[in-house]
C-alpha cells in the first residue's frame, strides 16, 4: 500500500521508467527502420531521392514557367519526409541544397534560409495582384522578399519575380547590387498582358552590371535597353511583350551590338522587342554598323514581329546550320519575298526536309519543316514559319515562297487548314514531291466542333496539269490520310468523292479519322482497291 504523502514521489518514479522505456523503444525502432533497404543506402543517394521528391513539388511554382500559380502548400508537402524517421530527418537537415528553394509568405521562409546555411539560393516570388494597388498582407510579404534579397543577393543562384510594376518598384533597390553568383533571372511584369503603354524600363544598373554567371535571363513587359545587355556568359536569352510601346527607343545596330557581347547564346527568343525601322530605311539596311553577328553556337532561335523586322533580324544574325528556327511574321500581307533570300539560303544548310506541315486559318499561313518523322530518323525540327496578314494568302505568293524549298526528299505532307477561309490548292502548290508517300489532310471542326462537311474537300482542284493523260500528281503515294470530315448521306456527294479520291493517281490505304461516314459509303470504299481503315 502507498501512502497519500507517496503518491506524487511514485507518480515521478513511474514517469521517470515511461520515459526510459520511450527512449528503449526509439533506440529499437532506430536500429529496426536501419535494418530497412532504403535505409541502407548511402546518405547520398538519399538526399537525391529527396531532391527529386523536391522537384516534382516545386515544378508549377516558379516564374520560368510562364503558366506557374502560387501553389505553396503543394510545394512544401515534400518537407513531410522529414518526420518519418530520425534518418531521413538528419539526411535532409543535414543537405543543404534541399533547402536551397526559398518560398517567400510561409511559416518556413526563415526555416529555409537556416537550413540552407550559406550555400547557393533559389528565390521566386509570383504574385496574385492583378493591379498596382497591394494589400496588406502582400505588401508583408513584400517587405520580406526585399529584406530577404538584400541579405542574400551575394548567394542567390536563381531568382524570379512575377508581378505588378508596384511590386518591382518596391524591390528595385534591392536588386542593384552585384550578382556574383547570378545564373538565372526572370523578370516578369504581370500587366504587360493589358496592352500597357507605354512599357516600364528596367534600372540601367541592374545588378550593378556585375552578374559573372548569369546563363539564363528572361524579361516579359518590359522595354528593353539594348546597352544594358553587357552579360557575355549569356546562353538562353527570352525577351517578350504582348504589345509595341510607344516608347521604344534605339536602333537596329543597338541590338546586333548587344547579341554580339553573347557569344554563347544557345536558345535566344525576340518577342515584339525589335526597335522600329526608320520610315526610310531600304531592304538592307545601310545604318547598321555591324553587319552580320555570328551566334556560333545558337540551337534555338524564335523571332517574332513585323514582317520587315523579321527580314532585318533573319539578314543580320548568322547561325549554325543545325539551328531551329520558328519565326512569326505579323503584317505580312503582299511581303512573303522578303523572306525568301533567308529561306533559301537555310534549305541550302540544314538537312533534307523528310516531314513538311502546311497549316492554313483565315488570317494566316503556317510551314513547318522536319528532317524527320516518327519513323524517319534526321534532325528534328527545321524551321517554322507563320505568316501572319490580313485577309488570305494568294496561291502565287505562296509559290513565290515555297519555291526556294528543296522538297525531292519529302516524304510525309500534312495539311491543316480551318473551314472558314478559302482552301488553297496545296496539293497542286506541292505536286512536285515525286517521293512523297504520305499525305494528311486535317480539317479543323467548325465553330460548332461538328466535323467538316465534304464539299470542302471537293472544292480543291486536283486535276492534273496536262489534263487525264498526265502523270498523277504524286506518283510514289502510299497511304492518304482524311481528318475531321463528315461524309453525310447525299450519294451524288459521295460518287464524287470517289471521282476525286481517284485523281490523287493510285494509293495502297485510306484512312479515315475523327470522320463521320454512312455505312453504304464504307462499303463502296472497302471495295476499292485500298486499303481502308477507319
Known amino acids: 500500500m502507498i501512502k497519500t504523502r507517496d503518491i506524487p514521489d511514485a507518480r ?49 511554382y516558379t516564374p520560368f514557367n510562364t503558366c506557374a500559380m502560387i501553389v505553396p502548400k503543394k510545394a512544401i508537402q515534400w518537407v513531410d519526409l522529414t518526420h ?55 505588401d508583408e510579404d513584400l517587405e520580406a522578399l526585399a529584406g530577404i534579397v538584400s541579405r542574400n543577393l551575394s548567394r542567390i543562384q536563381n531568382f524570379g519575380l512575377s508581378g505588378t510594376l508596384a511590386e518591382f518598384s518596391s524591390i528595385f533597390p534591392v536588386l542593384l547590387g552585384p550578382a556574383p553568383v547570378l545564373e538565372k533571372a526572370a523578370l516578369t511584369n504581370q500587366l504587360w498582358r493589358q496592352g500597357t503603354i507605354p512599357a516600364p524600363s528596367l534600372p540601367s544598373n541592374l545588378f550593378n552590371q556585375f552578374a559573372p554567371r548569369l546563363r ?31 516608347t ?38 545601310y545604318y547598321i554598323p555591324d553587319g552580320v553577328v555570328a551566334l556560333p553556337s545558337l540551337r534555338e532561335f524564335v523571332l517574332a514581329d513585323t514582317i520587315r523586322r523579321c527580314h532585318l533580324a533573319l539578314d543580320h544574325i548568322a547561325t549554325p546550320p543545325t539551328t531551329e528556327y520558328r519565326i512569326y511574321c505579323s503584317d505580312s500581307r503582299g511581303e512573303y519575298s522578303l523572306l525568301v533570300p533567308w529561306l533559301s539560303a537555310k534549305v541550302k544548310t540544314c538537312s533534307p526536309i523528310r516531314v513538311l506541315d502546311v497549316s492554313q486559318t483565315t488570317d494566316d499561313v503556317e510551314i513547318i519543316a522536319f528532317g524527320d518523322s516518327d519513323r524517319l530518323p534526321g534532325s528534328g525540327l527545321l524551321f517554322g514559319l507563320r505568316l501572319d496578314g490580313d485577309g488570305e494568302p494568294s496561291r502565287r505568293e505562296i509559290e513565290d515562297l515555297l519555291d526556294v524549298l528543296t522538297l525531292e526528299h519529302t516524304q510525309v505532307l500534312r495539311i491543316s487548314f480551318e473551314t472558314t477561309s478559302a482552301f488553297l490548292d496545296w496539293p497542286g502548290i506541292l505536286c512536285g514531291c515525286t517521293k512523297l508517300q504520305d499525305i494528311i ?94
Open 12 to 60: 515521478k518514479e513511474i514517469e521517470l521508467e515511461m520515459e526510459a522505456v520511450k527512449l528503449v523503444m526509439s533506440s529499437l525502432r532506430t536500429r529496426y527502420n536501419a535494418l530497412a533497404f532504403v535505409n541502407r543506402l548511402p546518405s547520398e543517394v538519399l538526399a537525391h531521392i529527396f531532391q527529386c521528391v523536391r522537384e516534382a513539388h516545386m515544378l508549377e
Open 84 to 138: 518519418v524517421c530520425r534518418r531521413w530527418r538528419i539526411v535532409a537537415i543535414d543537405h543543404p541544397g534541399l533547402w536551397s528553394h526559398i518560398l517567400i509568405g510561409t511559416k518556413f521562409t526563415e526555416e529555409f534560409l537556416r537550413r540552407s546555411r550559406r550555400g547557393l539560393i533559389t528565390i521566386d516570388y509570383i504574385s496574385q495582384v492583378y493591379s498596382n494597388f497591394i494589400p496588406p498582407q502582400l
Open 216 to 246: 539564363y535571363l528572361r524579361l516579359n513587359g518590359w522595354n528593353i535597353s539594348w546597352p544594358f545587355l553587357k552579360f557575355n556568359t549569356l546562353v538562353n536569352v527570352h525577351l517578350s511583350r504582348d504589345f509595341e510601346s510607344l
Open 248 to 285: 521604344e527607343a534605339g536602333e537596329f545596330g543597338e541590338v546586333l551590338a548587344a547579341l554580339s557581347r553573347m557569344p554563347l547564346l544557345e536558345v535566344l527568343h525576340l518577342k515584339r522587342v525589335l526597335p522600329p525601322l526608320p520610315l526610310s530605311a531600304p531592304g538592307r539596311s
Open 441 to 534: 489532310v486535317a480539317c479543323q471542326p467548325n465553330y460548332d466542333g461538328e466535323p467538316t462537311g465534304i464539299d470542302q474537300l471537293l472544292a480543291v482542284d486536283l486535276s492534273p496539269a496536262g489534263g487525264e493523260m498526265a502523270p498523277p500528281l504524286f506518283p510514289s503515294l502510299a497511304s492518304l490520310t482524311l481528318r475531321g470530315i463528315d461524309f453525310g448521306h447525299d450519294d451524288e456527294m459521295h460518287d464524287d468523292f470517289l471521282n476525286w479520291l481517284g485523281r490523287w493517281g493510285p494509293f495502297k490505304k485510306l484512312a479515315l479519322r475523327d470522320s463521320v461516314i454512312n455505312t453504304a459509303l464504307a462499303d463502296r470504299l472497302r471495295a476499292l482497291a485500298f486499303e481502308l481503315s477507319m
